[in-house]
C-alpha cells in the first residue's frame, strides 16, 4: 500500500517564486491536513480538509493556499515563497474519527532563498 | 483549546536502560492522546493511542503509555532502551469536538548510548 505520497522530496526556491506541494492517499481518508516541522516546534497545521470541497486555516497559514477537489489529492500551494517558509512539510490524512490518529507522509524539505 | 508539552528536548539513555518520556496535555474536552516517532528524514509512525478505553496502553516496539487524568500526564514509558530506539519522538492531542486536528508538542530526541 502506498499510504500517503508526497511529492517532490526536496525543493529549493528562490524568494518569490510559487510552488504547489503534492499530498496524494490512497485509503479514502476523508480527513487531510498539512503541517511544518521547524526545529524546537514540534508540527504545526497549516490548512486541513474534512472531505472534498472543504478546506479551513490551521495555526500557521499565511502564504499557503489549499484545495481539495478530490478525497485522494490535498495539494499545497506556496503563493510567494519567503525564506520563512524554509521548513519540512507533512501531509497526513485519516479517518473521519479523530481516535485513530493520522498517517503522515515522508515529507517535502524545502528551503527557500 | 488543546496543547501539549514536552519535557525535555534531548534525553539521553544507556542501551538497557529505562526509557521515559514526558508529556502533559491541556484540553477542554476528553482527549485523544498519540505518541509518533520520527526517525531521521523520515514521516511520522504511530507508535501508540489513548481512546479512553484501558488507561496502559501498549504500543510498538515495547513501548506504552500511561493515562493519568489527574495529572493530565500520559508519558512514554520503555524497559530496556535498544539503539533503534535513538529518534526524536512527538506527544499529540486531538478532541472530538471542533477542529479536530493533531496539536502537537514540540517534540523529545531521544539518545540511546552504547
Known amino acids: 500500500n502506498a499510504g500517503v505520497t508526497q511529492t517532490p522530496k526536496f525543493q529549493v526556491l528562490k524568494t518569490g517564486q510559487s510552488m504547489t506541494l503534492q499530498c496524494a492517499q490512497d485509503?479514502?481518508?476523508?480527513?487531510m491536513s498539512w503541517y511544518r516541522q521547524d526545529p524546537g516546534m514540534g508540527l504545526r497545521l497549516i490548512h486541513y480538509?474534512?472531505?472534498?470541497?472543504?478546506?479551513d486555516q490551521g495555526e500557521v497559514p499565511n502564504g499557503y493556499n489549499v484545495s481539495r477537489s478530490t478525497t485522494e489529492d490535498f495539494p499545497l500551494r506556496l503563493l510567494s515563497a519567503a525564506p520563512s517558509q524554509t521548513s519540512v512539510y507533512f501531509c497526513?490524512?485519516?479517518?473521519?474519527?479523530?481516535?485513530?490518529?493520522?498517517?503522515f507522509g515522508q515529507g517535502t524539505r524545502l528551503t527557500v532563498v | 483549546a488543546q496543547s501539549v508539552t514536552q519535557l525535555g528536548s534531548h534525553v539521553s539513555v544507556s542501551e538497557g536502560a529505562l526509557v521515559l518520556l514526558r508529556c502533559n496535555y491541556s484540553?477542554?474536552?476528553?482527549?485523544?492522546l498519540f505518541w509518533y516517532v520520527q526517525y531521521p528524514n523520515q514521516g511520522l509512525q504511530l507508535l501508540l493511542k489513548?481512546?479512553?478505553?484501558?488507561?496502559l496502553v501498549k504500543g510498538i516496539n515495547g513501548f506504552e503509555a500511561e493515562f493519568k487524568k489527574s495529572e493530565t500526564s500520559f508519558h512514554l514509558t520503555k524497559p530496556s532502551a535498544h539503539m533503534s530506539d535513538a529518534a526524536e519522538y512527538f506527544c499529540?492531542?486531538?478532541?472530538?469536538?471542533?477542529?479536530?486536528?493533531?496539536?502537537f508538542g514540540s517534540g523529545t530526541r531521544l539518545q540511546v548510548q552504547p
Open positions: 489513548y481512546t479512553s478505553a484501558a488507561t
Open positions: 485509503m479514502n481518508h476523508e480527513y
Open positions: 480538509s474534512v472531505g472534498a470541497g472543504i478546506t
Open positions: 484540553s477542554s474536552v476528553p482527549p485523544y
Open positions: 499529540a492531542v486531538s478532541a472530538n469536538t471542533g477542529r479536530r486536528a493533531l496539536t
Open positions: 497526513a490524512s485519516s479517518y473521519s474519527s479523530p481516535r485513530e490518529g493520522a498517517f
